[in-house]
């Protein structure tokens, strides 16, 4: 069964400094892909970032970067740079199915950024 | 509209009431996911239409529960006699391609308290 754990519930961090949130999965599928979303206090859901399991190399956006260890099934999220505007759950997830058409996620991290 | 349209953001039902859920996806968006999200925890996959079709429905926890998509755009989702145990966020979310690997644009989500 595909799973996704997240180990970390809350975490906190000042501004300016990095913060890295842990991400572990099992799949047996070979090709896939992999996400974290940022769910702020409005409750939408937003991309903050991809990796695509087939590449080797690390995904990043801007402040954002993640550390894919496909052998290890880790996936973690490094966030430099914080900004008060970084608080929010985040979550960990990727398709569940051959088919990708649906996702399963993890029970997420609550990242408080403070002044 | 710009992004995913989910309404009513609130929705406060009596046990044993029926209620629907709509969500307008982003124009041209061919696949749409519901997701029902419990306080604190992430989402969980509840159904996936691509265009009018319902491809898959086995995150629907009850035959209580029925989504919809006529017309390949706006979707419904009905809960019917609902229970304590339907409160929850729900969300929707469309993405541009047919698979689960494009990036998923989710709505702001409908809160369900059922009294």
């Known amino acids: 069964a595909q799973t996704v754990t997240q180990s970390q519930p809350e975490m906190s961090v000042q501004e300016a400094e990095t913060v890295t949130l842990s991400c572990t999965y099992d799949?047996?599928?070979?090709?896939?892909?992999l996400f974290w979303y940022k769910q702020p206090p409005s409750r939408q859901m937003i991309l903050v970032i991809r990796?695509?399991?087939?590449?080797?190399q690390n995904a990043t956006e801007n402040r954002f970067s993640v550390n894919f260890q496909k052998a290890a099934k880790s996936f973690s999220l490094k966030i430099s740079d914080s900004q008060l505007g970084d608080t929010a759950m985040y979550f960990c997830?990727?398709?569940?199915?051959?088919?990708?058409?649906?996702?399963?996620f993890g029970k997420g991290t609550t990242l408080s950024v403070s002044s | 509209g710009a992004g995913v349209s989910q309404s009513p953001r609130y929705k406060v039902a009596k046990r044993g009431q029926d209620v629907a859920l709509r969500c307008d996806p982003i124009s041209g968006h061919v696949s749409l996911f519901w997701y029902q999200q419990a306080l604190g925890q992430g989402p969980e996959f509840l159904t996936y239409?691509?265009?009018?079709?319902?491809?898959?429905k086995s995150g629907l926890p009850s035959d209580r529960f029925f989504a919809e998509r006529p017309e390949g755009s706006v979707s419904t989702l009905k809960i019917q006699r609902t229970q304590q145990e339907d409160s929850a966020v729900y969300l929707c979310?469309?993405?541009?391609?047919?698979?689960?690997?494009?990036?998923?644009?989710f709505g702001q989500g409908t809160r369900l308290t059922v009294v």
């Open positions: 990796q695509e399991a087939y590449k080797q």
């Open positions: 799949t047996s599928e070979n090709n896939y892909y």
């Open positions: 239409f691509q265009n009018e079709a319902q491809l898959d």
């Open positions: 979310a469309s993405s541009l391609r047919r698979t689960g690997n494009a990036e998923a644009f």
């Open positions: 997830a990727f398709p569940f199915n051959q088919a990708g058409t649906a996702l399963i």
